[in-house]
């Protein structure tokens, strides 16, 4: 099983400054990688997929990059609605799995 | 634009069977699988299991005991059955759509939308 590990658990940013959320994963998963956002009481939402294509909605200042072992979630000037829980996940195709980094929590500094 | 709307009963006593169902509304069930994901209280998310179109399944290995998934095409539902709970099955439960596509020659999956979520609490 592909496991997925996120750092930091916590991050602390300031409004308006840049915010940088790491996950890596045990194997490659070459870019099947997408990351979600989760505010308090609602559902995860989409922002990524692919490893760096957003969804549709989702605002230019996140970004994903990453492919193989590493990847990273980039937002460029955060705004106080981005306050969340960031989660990666990876579905393996044999046996069918679907993984999630355990999650960071972003914090306002 | 597809949205899900889930619904089912929240407080069980131990070793009941948790039932929910997760509607779709303003897409076709072809071409996806739909999926049960859960959330315990504070903790991050676990993956159920997920059913396509035609009724095959896929089951989270750590549940696939316990776990029935079914599809009713005619009313666009499907639906979560978790025999024999305890208070550890206690979460949010979420419905979801899985997509799968190849981008730049890497087949991708990711689940969009989701439901908003039915919490269950097992307790005696």
């Known amino acids: 099983e592909i496991v997925m590990t996120q750092s930091p658990a916590t991050l602390s940013v300031s409004l308006g400054e840049r915010a940088t959320l790491s996950c890596r994963a045990s194997?490659?998963?070459?870019?099947?990688l997408a990351w979600y956002q989760q505010k308090p009481g609602q559902a995860p939402r989409l922002l990524i997929y692919?490893?760096?294509t957003r969804a549709t909605g989702i605002p230019a200042r996140f970004s994903g990059s990453g492919s193989g072992t590493e990847f990273t979630l980039t937002i460029s000037s955060l705004q106080s609605e981005d306050f969340a829980v960031y989660y990666c996940?990876?579905?393996?195709?044999?046996?069918?799995?679907?993984?999630f980094g355990q999650g960071t929590k972003l914090e306002i500094k | 634009q597809v949205q899900l709307q889930q619904w089912g009963a929240g407080l069980l006593k131990p070793s009941e069977t948790l039932s929910l169902t997760c509607a779709v509304y303003?897409?076709?069930?072809?071409?996806?699988?739909w999926n049960w994901i859960r959330q315990p209280p504070g903790k991050g998310l676990e993956w159920i299991g997920e059913?396509?179109?035609?009724?095959?399944?896929n089951y989270n290995p750590s549940l696939k005991s316990r776990i029935t998934i079914l599809l009713d095409t005619s009313k666009n539902q499907f639906s979560l059955k978790l025999s024999s709970v305890t208070a550890a099955d206690t979460a949010v439960y979420y419905c979801?759509?899985?997509?799968?596509?190849?981008?730049?020659?890497?087949?991708?999956?990711?689940?969009?939308?989701w439901g908003q979520g039915t919490p269950v609490t097992v307790s005696s």
């Open positions: 979801a759509r899985g997509i799968k596509t190849a981008i730049r020659g890497v087949i991708t999956n990711w689940l969009e939308p």
């Open positions: 303003g897409g076709s069930f072809s071409g996806y699988y």
């Open positions: 059913i396509n179109h035609s009724g095959s399944t």
């Open positions: 194997q490659s998963v070459s870019s099947s």
């Open positions: 692919g490893a760096s």
């Open positions: 996940q990876h579905y393996n195709h044999w046996p069918p799995l679907y993984t």
